[in-house]
């Protein structure tokens, strides 16, 4: 049976983000589908059945880059867009994939244009949402909202990250989605490592990727460190990944915090299983209600591999607090004062993880579902 051909289309390179882990995830296990990645980057990745079709449109120097926004979300017209397009349908592809962010929106729209069989577009973040938290983008947030709403009501079919996005697009904008988060395949064959430290005496805590926020990190941990003096006891928060917010947290709370930078997951995964706790936050700013309401950051799948006790500071409707009311995976504290975030460092550290409720929550969020979707959308199922 010849394989169906889909061209992927991403403003990102396969290597940044979230983003390019949850298609990294999926792309290898979609059976007879032969995919194209054509991606935006700066320079040239080296991976199989991928295309770099230059740099992105958006970002660079402030006024260049209102300019640029403008062009993609008011006039909705750049040269650079109809190359892509033009490129990408030059592939003769039996569907069209694109992840509908910054440029992508755009170019999902051209595609319908060009009278497409099947476009079917990604939702990893809200583009207003994500507009709203950037005192950049802010003013583009309704003018991006829009483009969005019209681009999915649209497009042929559409995969969200998380339920919470799902329903909010069901409800505000009338668009039906799957929900495809990454996909794990050895769920069920990962060992469960020692959580025994080495450093005895030390309550290890674990922070994988971006802090959204740095005023709720610091209240954070002026509240580990009250304890600490309180108590006697010693915090060493260890953050994975580059972080704006926790590299500051590192200058005001050097005895707390060490920031490694980028480390192999495998290697992120081990060490936190020798984490007392991990960590995971939302902003409590109103602009950001949105975002922290409609996403799912990619870091809780690397916490449910290291199946450790999850902290979530994040304000109430937070999408993290449904993962944790679904299933028992640790404790909510929705304060910036001290006293709640405290009682709430207390009862984690008292709280033991149910290694099957793990096991339940992965397979519910990194498992199959994520495939059967989407094969289903490709025509897939039965190949």
Same mark, same amino acid.
């Given at each position: 049976?010849p394989?169906?051909?889909?061209?992927?289309?991403?403003?990102f390179?396969?290597t940044?983000?979230?983003?390019?882990?949850?298609?990294?995830?999926?792309?290898?296990?979609?059976?007879n589908?032969?995919?194209?990645?054509?991606?935006?980057?700066?320079?040239?990745?080296?991976?199989?059945?991928?295309?770099?079709?230059?740099?992105?449109?958006?970002g660079?120097p402030?006024l260049?880059?209102? %300019?640029n926004?403008?062009?993609?979300?008011?006039?909705?017209?750049?040269?650079?867009?109809?190359?892509?397009?033009?490129?990408?349908?030059?592939?003769?592809?039996d569907?069209?994939?694109?992840?509908? &962010?910054?440029?992508?929106?755009?170019?999902?729209?051209?595609?319908?244009?060009?009278?497409?069989?099947?476009?079917?577009?990604?939702?990893h973040? !809200?583009?207003a949402?994500?507009?709203?938290?950037?005192t950049?983008?802010?003013?583009?947030?309704?003018?991006?909202?829009?483009?969005?709403?019209?681009?999915?009501?649209?497009?042929?079919?559409?995969?969200v990250?998380?339920?919470?996005? #799902?329903?909010?697009?069901? #409800?505000r904008?009338?668009?039906?989605?799957?929900?495809?988060?990454?996909?794990?395949?050895?769920?069920?064959s990962?060992?469960?490592?020692?959580?025994?430290?080495?450093?005895?005496?030390?309550?290890h805590?674990?922070?994988?990727?971006s802090?959204?926020s740095?005023p709720?990190?610091?209240?954070?941990l002026?509240?580990?460190?009250?304890i600490?003096?309180?108590?006697?006891?010693?915090f060493?928060l260890?953050?994975?990944g580059?972080?704006?917010?926790?590299?500051?947290?590192?200058?005001?709370?050097p005895?707390?915090?060490?920031?490694?930078?980028n480390?192999?997951?495998?290697?992120?995964?081990?060490?936190l299983?020798?984490c007392?706790?991990?960590?995971?936050m939302?902003?409590?700013?109103?602009?950001h209600?949105?975002?922290?309401e409609?996403?799912?950051?990619?870091?809780?799948s690397?916490y449910?591999?290291?199946?450790?006790?999850?902290?979530?500071?994040c304000?109430?409707?937070?999408?993290t607090?449904? &993962?944790?009311?679904?299933?028992?995976?640790?404790?909510?504290?929705?304060s910036?004062?001290?006293?709640?975030?405290e009682?709430a460092?207390?009862r984690?550290?008292?709280?033991?993880? !149910?290694?099957?409720?793990?096991?339940r929550?992965?397979?519910?969020?990194?498992?199959q579902?994520? %495939?059967?979707? %989407?094969?289903?959308?490709?025509g897939?199922?039965?190949?």
């Amino acid at each position: 049976m010849p394989s169906v051909k889909i061209a992927l289309f991403t403003p990102f390179s396969p290597t940044t983000g979230g983003g390019g882990v949850i298609f990294r995830s999926i792309l290898p296990h979609l059976g007879n589908a032969q995919v194209h990645w054509f991606y935006l980057n700066n320079s040239s990745i080296n991976i199989p059945s991928a295309t770099r079709l230059g740099p992105r449109i958006m970002g660079g120097p402030l006024l260049k880059d209102a %300019l640029n926004t403008f062009r993609l979300f008011g006039m909705q017209s750049h040269p650079e867009v109809d190359r892509w397009v033009r490129i990408i349908l030059e592939w003769s592809p039996d569907f069209i994939w694109i992840n509908a &962010m910054n440029e992508g929106i755009l170019v999902g729209k051209r595609l319908l244009d060009a009278g497409i069989t099947h476009l079917h577009a990604s939702v990893h973040d !809200d583009p207003a949402g994500l507009a709203d938290k950037s005192t950049r983008y802010r003013t583009f947030s309704a003018l991006m909202d829009r483009r969005n709403t019209e681009l999915l009501q649209k497009a042929h079919s559409v995969d969200v990250v998380c339920d919470s996005m #799902q329903s909010y697009y069901r #409800q505000r904008i009338g668009v039906d989605s799957g929900v495809v988060f990454r996909y794990i395949s050895d769920l069920n064959s990962r060992p469960i490592e020692s959580t025994e430290s080495a450093d005895v005496g030390t309550i290890h805590i674990g922070h994988v990727g971006s802090a959204y926020s740095a005023p709720e990190v610091f209240a954070f941990l002026s509240a580990l460190r009250k304890i600490a003096n309180t108590d006697g006891r010693r915090f060493h928060l260890t953050n994975f990944g580059v972080s704006p917010a926790m590299t500051a947290a590192g200058r005001e709370f050097p005895d707390i915090v060490e920031n490694v930078g980028n480390v192999p997951e495998p290697e992120v995964i081990q060490r936190l299983q020798k984490c007392a706790f991990v960590y995971s936050m939302y902003s409590f700013n109103p602009c950001h209600r949105i975002f922290r309401e409609t996403s799912q950051p990619t870091k809780m799948s690397t916490y449910l591999m290291a199946a450790r006790p999850i902290l979530a500071h994040c304000p109430k409707g937070s999408s993290t607090i449904a &993962m944790l009311q679904r299933f028992m995976l640790g404790h909510v504290v929705t304060s910036m004062d001290s006293a709640p975030i405290e009682a709430a460092i207390r009862r984690i550290l008292e709280f033991q993880v !149910d290694r099957e409720e793990v096991s339940r929550a992965a397979e519910y969020y990194c498992g199959q579902r994520n %495939l059967d979707y %989407l094969k289903g959308v490709f025509g897939l199922t039965a190949q």
